[in-house]
């Protein structure tokens, strides 16, 4: 399942760049997702700054779901991809042992709008291959993902402003 977001912020895209850079920005879009964030690893490679994080949620997932990936909340390790030079992520997810059952992936993207403001876009895609329950299981991760991202807007604006 595909998901496309676009949110737009008040600010120009090197202070929007430095913002979710920053320990400050982390720790509340951390908090207002309800997530505990574990670097496993950061490093620059030719143009890029690769990061492996562990995520953690607080809450669990639906029973159903709990049955078909056998985990009771969705850990997994993002592997970001970020490069300053056209302000953009890629990124992937990694969930031990379920390989070839899922895979997420997607990129993030600032550009500049009119002076004094910004875009993020964020494109992903979500694959559980379960037989009759994966398009709910993607749905419902979609939905989480996107409400998270809806949250995470609303603490950038009010840290910009």
Request: some cysteine.
């Amino acid at each position: 399942m595909k998901f496309n977001l676009e949110h737009l912020f008040p600010c120009n895209v090197d202070e929007l760049w430095a913002l979710v850079h920053s320990d400050r920005y982390i720790s509340a879009i951390d908090g207002a997702a309800g997530l505990t964030r574990v670097l496993l690893d950061d490093q620059v490679v030719r143009d890029e700054r690769v990061q492996r994080i562990q995520f953690i949620p607080d809450r669990t997932l639906p029973a159903a779901a709990q049955r078909a990936m056998g985990m009771e909340k969705l850990i997994y390790v993002q592997v970001q991809r970020w490069r300053e030079r056209d302000h953009t992520m890629r990124w992937t997810v990694e969930l031990a042992g379920l390989e070839s059952n899922f895979s997420s992936r997607g990129d993030l993207a600032f550009q500049q709008r009119a002076k004094g403001q910004c875009i993020r876009f964020v494109n992903g895609e979500v694959r559980v291959n379960v037989p009759l329950i994966g398009g709910r299981i993607e749905k419902k991760i979609v939905e989480d993902v996107t409400s998270s991202y809806e949250r995470a807007a609303v603490v950038t604006r009010e840290l910009l402003g």
